[in-house]
């Protein structure tokens, strides 16, 4: 049983893999293949998100109450990759299935071997910088290119006309520096992506200016948030 399950573990991303092309290929030889690139375009960010929650519950559900030798092994070979696909989701705010401030915290416990495994919460920093940039680079280039109403009209898209409004009145107060600020604070990260694409800023100084505060952002996470995660564990522990 336990062979079975590492080679079900070890053929699971191939086959994703393989069904996607095969699923794409189908796709664009459908006599409605405009309708359904519509759906795509409108509601295929909730099918991602959804598979990608389904894929994180399965894990956990997992380590807690299945094989935990084989929960430890699929999260060294895929932890990572996880998580980059997670805060490309996070960039560009769409991470619908858990608040941006846990993934760090979350992926340092998982993934570091102990608090003093620095490697390991260097390259988990350098991944989430990386890819949360990438997802908002995404975002900012739909703003840029699309236009105001076009996100408006997306179903995906969370912020109202109202706070696009406020949002844009920061960035015309205070400047390039609104970017990395934002996106160093809770609540307000990657929110002047938007009004930065409407601006028509720069591709390679939205780009920079992204990224610097991600760094920071997500190296707070890493020193403070596994600390604030193992007190709150310890709450939840102390309930059942």
């Known amino acids: 049983m336990h062979i ?24 664009s030889f459908a006599p409605n ?6 759906f795509v375009a409108n509601y295929g960010v909730f099918v991602l998100a959804g598979g990608v929650a389904l894929v994180a519950v399965a894990g956990i559900l997992l380590f ?15 932890g990572l990759f996880a998580l980059f696909f997670i805060f490309i989701l996070e960039g560009a705010m769409m991470l619908y299935f858990a608040p941006s401030e846990t993934v760090v915290p979350v992926g340092v416990t998982v993934l570091a071997k102990s608090p003093s495994d620095y ?7 350098v991944v989430a910088v990386i890819a949360s940039t990438a997802g908002q680079y995404a975002l900012f280039l739909l703003a840029k290119r699309g236009g ?36 160093t604070l809770p609540f307000t990260r990657g929110m002047l992506t938007v009004p930065a694409g409407f601006g028509e800023m720069k591709d390679r100084n ?35």
Request: zero cysteines.
């Open 4 to 27: 079975a399950s590492l080679v079900a573990v070890e053929t699971t991303i191939p086959t994703l893999l393989a069904f996607s092309v095969f699923g794409l290929a189908i796709l």
């Open 33 to 38: 293949s405009r309708s359904i690139r519509t």
């Open 64 to 78: 807690l109450f299945g094989d935990e030798t084989l929960a430890k092994q699929w999260l060294d070979q895929y």
């Open 119 to 125: 490697r390991t919460i260097a390259v988990i920093v």
């Open 148 to 183: 105001r109403e076009y996100l408006l009209e997306k179903p995906w898209f969370r912020i109202d006309d109202s706070s696009l409004d406020r949002f844009d009145h920061w960035l015309e107060r205070w400047g390039p520096l609104a970017i990395p600020l934002s996106n």
């Open 206 to 240: 939205f780009i920079i200016l992204s990224a610097l505060g991600s760094l920071s952002f997500e190296t707070l996470l890493a020193i403070f948030g596994p600390r604030a995660f193992a007190i709150l564990l310890d709450a939840i522990s102390k309930f059942f």
